[in-house]
């Protein structure tokens, strides 16, 4: 079966430690992935796209990165976080004549 | 600049009451797809639509795309608390694969 993973539902990290959010799919190959991040209660805002291992785009410059090591990963990352990136971080997979599938989302908080 | 509008933002009403929001834009969209989240959760599928003027019914809920292909309506009849969550209009814009959403309008209906 087609499915997305998302790790860890809930986390609180202190300003300026690192961070590492995982996403991943099983049952396809090769599939594009997205990062977003929605404030409160509210709409989407993308902020990294992969077609791809390896090929990231990103969409709003800021203090997150993101990584494609392998075919079904995408992995969200800060060596530094800001008090400004806490937020409900979402990872989706667009599954062509389906839609989106999203992952159930991390809620961070930094202290 | 929002690519799609949502409306209204909130809508607070009671067990019963039949509602309406809408997600506008002025760019041509292939497709557009509604989602309803629930706090704490990623967006759920609920229906795309795809071709201007197509109507599609998931039971009490009725989608409509509008013939230009620019905007969309969900419907509900007879609304119950169950419907209660933030519904999130979403769709990428002719020619381009990079999905947009609008705000979404959060609704809570009261038993």
């Known amino acids: 079966s087609q499915t997305i993973h998302q790790w860890p539902a809930t986390l609180v990290q202190p300003v300026g430690s690192p961070l590492s959010l995982e996403c991943t799919v099983e049952?396809?190959?090769?599939?594009?992935l997205y990062w977003y991040r929605q404030a409160a209660g509210r709409g989407l805002q993308l902020l990294f796209y992969s077609v791809g291992i390896g090929q990231i785009s990103s969409e709003v410059p800021q203090n997150l990165s993101a990584s494609r090591p392998q075919d079904r990963q995408f992995i969200l990352s800060s060596k530094k976080l800001l008090l400004s990136d806490s937020g409900f971080y979402l990872c989706a997979w667009p599954r062509p004549g389906i839609g989106y599938t999203f992952g159930s989302g991390t809620r961070l908080t930094v202290v | 600049t929002q690519l799609l509008e949502q409306s209204p933002q909130f809508l607070s009403i009671q067990e019963g009451e039949n509602l309406t929001v809408y997600c506008n834009s002025s760019?041509?969209?292939?497709?557009l797809q509604w989602y309803r989240q629930e706090p704490g959760e990623g967006p759920v599928l609920l229906v795309t639509?795809?071709?201007?003027?197509e109507v599609k019914k998931l039971k009490r809920l009725t989608f409509q795309f509008g013939d230009a292909r620019k905007d969309s309506s969900l419907h509900i009849t007879a609304a119950q608390p169950g419907d209660t969550g933030l519904y999130l209009c979403?769709?990428?814009?002719?020619?381009?694969?990079?999905?947009?959403f609008g705000r979404g309008t959060s609704l809570i209906v009261h038993p």
């Open positions: 049952g396809t190959s090769n599939p594009n």
């Open positions: 979403a769709g990428a814009p002719g020619g381009s694969y990079i999905p947009t």
């Open positions: 760019s041509v969209f292939s497709s």
């Open positions: 639509v795809v071709t201007g003027g």
